[in-house]
Structures are given as structure tokens and as C-alpha cells.
């Protein structure tokens, strides 16, 4: 069964602390894995999508990498703005979706 | 402007009432999704289109139908909705089946007393 497992739930940074969010997943022929952002009361906001092992990708602060068991979204120096709850998903051979639970991410002034 | 659109955005309801919650997209996506969002259990998709009249299972499809006799519309239908469908519920869209940046809708805040 296809499972995606984020960590940790929750985290607290303060403004330009750099970590790393981690998305453990197992699944059956891996199409791809995805990286979603979303804040509260609004619809998840694509981020990356990432296809094979070693692949990595970046956007501003953020980049998300890939292995064969997990992918991390690393997080240089963020700012308040990057406050957010970061969902994983990956797609495996058939064509669902599957998320895990998110881990909120709050950064402190 | 590219969006998808739920409609309604709130909505209480009895149970056993029928219900619609419509979603539509203006970019010609080929692949739509409905997925509910509970606390603790993250997104959970319902039932997915790869394109018209091709729909399928997502993980929780019991209690729910769809249609897509329209590329842009992808309804959601509650036939007869219970307590435990009390949800937020999202419609999605993309481009393809793999190429999945998914665009959103702004959400469907349903209550089933």
C-alpha cells in the first residue's frame, strides 16, 4: 500500500534558521513526488515536483531533493513569510495521489 | 485569469439531503481531482479524471459520485450525505495524468447535521 509519512508535525524556527523538512514514502513505481505549500484557509500551492532518485530542485529559499525512501524540503534562513503547513504527495503506478500529513511550519521574527 | 472555482464555499446541510458542490477549470486540464482535507489525516483523495468520462477511485470514494461529461466540470456529488462527510473538501486540476502541478480551488467548507 502506498503510504507518504512527514516530519515533524509541527516546527518552530526563528527568521534565518535554516532545517530541513522530511517526507518518508513508500509506493509502487513511482511517478513522482510533490511538494505543496499551503496557508491557512486556502488551497495547497504547488511547489516542486520531483521524478527519479538524486534528483534535486530549487525555488528561493526552498530546495526539495529526492532518494529512493524519502525527500527533504530544505529551508535556508526563512522568513516569517514562509510560515506555512508543507504537504508531500506521491503518485505511484496507478493514478491516485497520495499526501501525507503536512508538517506546519511557523518562523518567528 | 487561470483558476479553478468551487462553488458553494460554505454549506450546512442535514442528513440524507443530496447535494452538489460544483468545480470548474479554465485551462483545458485534462486531469481533475476531488480530495477531502480532515484534521490530523491531511489530504485524502476521493475520486480522480484523467479526462472526459474517464473517472476512478481515489482512497475514499464510499459516499461519493462524480461525473465528467465536460472537460472544464468535475462535480462532486453527495447522494445522501452523513455527519462523517463533515469535511473541507478541494477540487483540483492539472495538465496530465504525471505532470502533477495541481492548481487548486479555494476550498468547499461542508457541515452534514
Known amino acids: 500500500e502506498d503510504q507518504v509519512t512527514q516530519s515533524p508535525e509541527a516546527l518552530r524556527l526563528q527568521e534565518g534558521e535554516s532545517s530541513s523538512l522530511n517526507c518518508s514514502y513508500t509506493v509502487s513505481g513511482l511517478r513522482g513526488l510533490f511538494w505543496y505549500r499551503q496557508d491557512p484557509g486556502k488551497g495547497p500551492e504547488f511547489l516542486f515536483t520531483?521524478?527519479?532518485a538524486g534528483e534535486e530542485k530549487e525555488k528561493e529559499r526552498l530546495k526539495a531533493t529526492l532518494t529512493k525512501k524519502e525527500s527533504f524540503l530544505h529551508i535556508t534562513a526563512p522568513k516569517p513569510e514562509d510560515s506555512a503547513t508543507y504537504l508531500c504527495a506521491v503518485q505511484g503506478s496507478s493514478y491516485k495521489l497520495i499526501f501525507g500529513s503536512g508538517t506546519r511550519l511557523l518562523v518567528r521574527p | 485569469e487561470a483558476q479553478v472555482t468551487q462553488n458553494p464555499r460554505y454549506l450546512i446541510t442535514v442528513t440524507g439531503k443530496k447535494l452538489t458542490v460544483t468545480c470548474s477549470q479554465n485551462?483545458?486540464?485534462?486531469?481533475m481531482s476531488w480530495y477531502r482535507q480532515d484534521p490530523g489525516l491531511g489530504l485524502r483523495q476521493i475520486y480522480y479524471?484523467?479526462?472526459?468520462?474517464?473517472?476512478d477511485k481515489g482512497d475514499v470514494p464510499e459516499g461519493y459520485k462524480v461525473s465528467r461529461k465536460e472537460k472544464r466540470n468535475f462535480p462532486l456529488i453527495l447522494e445522501s450525505p452523513s455527519p462523517n462527510q463533515t469535511s473541507l473538501y478541494f477540487c483540483a486540476s492539472s495538465t496530465g495524468t504525471t505532470n502533477n502541478e495541481q492548481f487548486f480551488g479555494p476550498g468547499t467548507r461542508l457541515t452534514v447535521l
Open positions: 485551462m483545458n486540464h485534462e486531469y
Open positions: 479524471s484523467m479526462n472526459v468520462e474517464v473517472t
Open positions: 520531483l521524478y527519479s
